[in-house]
C-alpha cells in the first residue's frame, strides 16, 4: 500500500483538538459554521473516546462519530482520526487489573485520570491492535480522514513501568541486548557495592531500594521504557497500516519532555507533529518555542511538520496559567510556520465546561465567538489563508546544536557533582545567544554529519561514546568551529567514567584535559577575565591543563583562580573551545563572538527583540520577520509582504508586535542578475 508523504490538504493546515462528544448534538452545526468562518481546514478527532467507541470489549459503536465525520466533510473541513489508546476506558482497568502501570514505589495507577497502563501487558496490546485497526478498517477510505494520529504525548504522564508486565519484558530486552549476563555485569559495573548477577530471573527492574540505584541499570532502564512505548506504536502502526495508506503521527512534546528519544521516534512517524505551550515563567517564551520548532524541524531531518497542539491562551496546568496578550498568539503561530511548520493547530477547537482542562484555553473561548479570543483565530486564519505558497519550502542553517536525550537521562541520575548543574539551562544559555544573534540553528546529535554546519556546539553533552567522540574530533580536523561547555564527555554509553579521566575522548581535539571538577557552593561566584574585561560565572570551574590549546580567559577567583577558564585549540583546518565555567549572558556573548569569527559566521545585526527565519522553496526565498518587542523597528530586505500584499523595496518595518512574510527572489538567482 503507498502511502502519502502529507496530508490531502491545500495550502497551510489550520484547526485543532474538536470533542464533539462532549457536547450535545445542536452544537455540533455551530462548531462547524465557525470553523468555516474561522478558516479551519483540519481538526483531530478521537483521541480521547475509546470508551464511546467501543463501549464493551470487542463491542463497537461507531453511529456517533460516523455522523460527526461526514457532517465535517460536508462542511469541506479534513480529519486527524486519533487513536484513543492513551487513555484505555473503564472496562478495561476493570476486566484486566494487572495489567495497570506501577510506580517506582509499587503503587498501581487506576482510572479516573488521563494515561496508558502497561506499555508491555498483553491484553493491553491486544487492545490497541483492536481498536486502531476497526478504526482503520471503518474509515480508513473516508475521504475526510487525510492523517492518523496514533496516541496521545507517548511517556506523558505514564512512561516508566514496574509491573511484573513490565520486569518480564526487561529482562528479554536485557538478554536480547547483552546476551549473557556476564555481559551485563561488565556494562552496569555490578562488582561496585556487590551488586553481581549469575541468573537473569535475579535482575529486576530499579524500583524503590535503600540507596541510589546502579546508574547504568537506570540509564538502561530508561532505554527499555522508550523502546516498549515505540513498540506499543509500531503495535497501532501496522494495524491501520493493513487498511489504510494515510500518512501516520504521533504528537512529540519536543523541549517538554524528554521521557522518549525524540531522534529514534522520528523513524517511526510519516510525518513529525509536535505540542508546545509556553511556560509562563519565562518572561521570553518566544527563545523556548523556537528551541521546540527548531528541535521538531531537525528530528525529522529538515522536512516540513505539524504543531500539532498550542494555545490560544492560557493552558491550566502550570502554578501560574498566564493569558497571551493582543497578538501574542499569532506571533507564536508564525514563528512555528517559519521554523518548518505547515502545520498550525490547537487544543483545543471549543473550551470545556468540565473535567481537569476546563480552565484551558480554546479557539473559541467560554466567552463565545463575540471576543477577542475568537476574533484573533479568525484573523490567523486569514493570515495562513494567504500563506500557502510557503507551504514545503525548507529551513537550513549554519549552526547545529547538539541535542542527545540519552545524555540527557543519564546527566539526571542521582549523584552528580553540582544539582545546580542543568542540561536544560546550558541549552538554552547557548541557544539563547544563538537566537539573539538571529541566528538559525539546527539540532542534532553527535553521531550525525555535521560535515555542512560552520559552527557545532556542544552545551550538553554529557554522555559521548568514544566513536562520537572520534567523530567530533574530525569535525574539527576538517575545518569546523566546536564549542564544548563544562561537564562534557563525562561518561561513555554505561555511564563509566572514560579511561583517562574526564573528556579524555576529546582530549585531541580540545588540547586539554580536566584533572578535576571544582562545583562552587550554593551562591558563590567569581568571575573570569577576557580580553581586558571581566564577566561574572558561577556554579563551576574546572583544573584544567593544557597540552596544545591556548588560554582565551581564565578565572579571577575561586578555587581555579588564575587557571585557564576559556581556551581555544586549532587542529587541522579547524579550531575547537572549551568553556569550562558558566559565564554570564555578557560574558558568554564576548566567548561566541570570538568563536562566530573562527566560523565565518556574522551576525546579521538584527534589532533587539526581532525573530527572523528564511525558507526557501522552488520558486522563491520566505523571510518570516517577528517584532516581539514593544517599539517599532526595521529591517533590510525587499519582496511581497503576503500577510498585507505591500511591496517592500529595500526596508521592511514592523510596528511593536507586528508579524510580517516577505516573499522575494532566491538569493543565489538575485545575484546573478
Known amino acids: ?181 556476564a555481559a551485563l555485569n561488565v556494562a552496569w559495573g555490578t562488582a561496585f557495592w556487590g551488586q553481581h548477577y549469575e541468573e537473569w530471573e535475579h535482575v529486576g527492574a530499579p524500583a524503590a531500594a535503600p540507596s541510589t540505584i546502579n546508574p547504568a541499570q537506570k540509564l538502561d532502564f530508561a532505554r527499555f521504557t522508550d523502546a516498549q512505548l515505540r513498540a506499543c506504536f509500531r503495535i497501532e502502526k501496522d494495524a491501520i497500516r493493513a487498511h489504510a495508506a494515510q500518512p501516520i503521527t504521533t504528537n512529540f512534546m519536543a523541549n517538554q519532555h524528554h521521557g522518549v528519544d525524540l531522534w529514534a521516534w522520528a523513524d517511526e512517524v510519516d510525518i513529525v507533529s509536535d505540542d508546545h505551550y509556553l511556560w509562563a515563567a519565562d518572561a521570553e517564551g518566544e527563545i523556548g518555542l523556537a528551541i521546540a520548532a527548531d528541535l521538531s524541524r531537525s528530528v525529522g531531518a529538515g522536512k516540513p511538520w505539524i504543531l500539532m ?71 490567523l486564519g486569514a493570515k495562513l489563508g494567504r500563506l500557502g505558497e510557503v507551504r514545503g519550502s525548507r529551513v537550513t542553517a549554519d549552526v547545529a546544536v547538539l541535542w542527545d536525550f540519552e545524555s540527557f537521562w543519564a546527566q539526571d541520575l542521582e549523584w552528580r557533582p553540582s544539582e545546580d548543574v542543568s542540561h536544560d539551562e546550558r541549552i538554552r544559555a547557548f541557544y539563547e545567544r544563538l537566537w539573539r544573534d538571529d541566528i538559525t540553528v539546527d539540532f542534532a546529535l553527535p553521531s550525525h554529519d555535521l560535515i555542512g554546519y560552520r559552527l557545532v556546539v556542544a552545551p550538553a553533552q554529557y554522555l559521548l561514546t568514544a566513536r562520537d567522540a572520534a567523530l567530533l574530533t574530525d569535525y574539527v580536523r576538517g575545518g569546523g568551529t566546536l564549542v564544548v561547555s563544562f561537564f562534557s564527555a563525562v561518561v561513555d554509553e554505561n555511564d563509566a567514567v572514560h579511561p583517562g579521566g574526564f573528556a579524555a575522548p576529546l582530549a585531541e581535539a580540545l588540547g586539554l584535559r580536566v584533572e578535576e571538577h571544582l562545583p562552587l557552593r550554593q551562591g558563590d561566584a567569581a568571575a573570569i577575565a577576557l580580553g581586558g574585561e571581566r564577566y561574572g560565572a558561577d556554579v563551576w570551574q574546572e583544573d584544567l591543563v593544557l597540552t596544545t590549546a591556548e588560554a582565551r580567559a581564565r578565572y579571577v577567583g575561586g578555587p581555579a583562580d588564575g587557571q585557564p577558564a576559556v581556551t581555544r585549540n586549532a587542529l587541522g583546518d579547524g579550531t575547537a573551545w572549551y568553556v569550562s565555567t558558566r559565564p554570564d549572558a555578557e560574558g558568554l556573548r564576548a566567548i561566541m563572538t570570538e568563536v562566530y569569527a573562527d566560523a565565518g559566521i556574522t551576525p546579521a545585526g538584527t534589532p533587539a527583540g526581532v525573530e527572523t527565519i528564511l525558507r526557501s522553496g522552488d520558486d522563491a526565498d520566505y523571510l518570516v520577520a517577528i517584532n516581539h518587542g514593544a517599539a517599532e523597528a526595521s529591517l533590510e530586505t525587499s519582496g511581497v509582504d503576503l500577510l498585507t500584499q505591500r511591496d517592500i523595496r529595500g526596508k521592511l518595518v514592523l510596528a511593536g508586535g507586528d508579524v510580517a512574510v516577505v516573499r522575494r527572489p532566491h538569493a543565489a538567482k538575485e545575484a546573478g542578475r
Open 309 to 379: 497542539e498550542h494555545s490560544t491562551s492560557a493552558v491550566n496546568w502550570q502554578p501560574r496559567n498566564v493569558a497571551k496578550r493582543p497578538g501574542e498568539m499569532a506571533r507564536n503561530s508564525l514563528s512555528h510556520l517559519g521554523r518548518g511548520a505547515d502545520g498550525i493547530l490547537f487544543f483545543q477547537w471549543r473550551a470545556g465546561r468540565s473535567g481537569a482542562e476546563k480552565f484551558h484555553s480554546a479557539m473559541l473561548p467560554h466567552a463565545g465567538p463575540d471576543s477577542r479570543v475568537f476574533r484573533e483565530v479568525v484573523d
Open 1 to 181: 500500500m503507498t502511502t502519502a508523504e502529507w496530508p490531502r490538504l491545500e495550502g497551510i493546515a489550520y484547526g485543532g483538538d474538536y470533542n464533539p462528544e462532549q457536547w450535545p448534538r445542536e452544537v455540533w452545526d455551530e462548531d462547524v459554521r465557525l470553523m468555516r468562518e474561522a478558516g479551519v481546514n483540519l481538526v483531530s478527532i478521537g483521541i480521547f473516546s475509546w470508551g464511546l467507541l467501543e463501549v464493551r470489549e470487542g463491542v463497537f459503536d461507531f453511529g456517533w462519530l460516523d455522523d460527526v465525520i461526514d457532517l465535517l466533510h460536508r462542511n469541506g473541513i479534513a480529519v486527524d482520526l486519533g487513536t484513543p489508546t492513551a487513555s484505555p476506558p473503564a472496562w478495561f482497568f476493570a476486566q484486566y487489573p494487572d495489567a495497570r502501570a506501577v510506580t517506582r514505589d509499587g503503587v498501581a495507577l487506576g482510572f479516573g485520570a488521563r494515561g496508558m497502563v502497561s506499555h508491555s501487558a498483553p491484553e493491553y496490546r491486544a487492545a490497541i491492535a483492536r481498536i486502531a485497526g476497526a478504526l482503520a478498517e471503518r474509515y480508513g477510505d473516508h475521504p475526510a480522514v487525510v492523517l492518523w494520529h496514533i496516541h496521545n504525548e507517548y511517556g506523558v504522564p505514564v512512561g516508566e513501568d514496574y509491573s511484573s508486565h513490565s520486569v518480564r519484558a526487561w529482562r528479554g530486552w536485557l538478554q536480547e541486548r547483552y546476551g549473557t549476563v
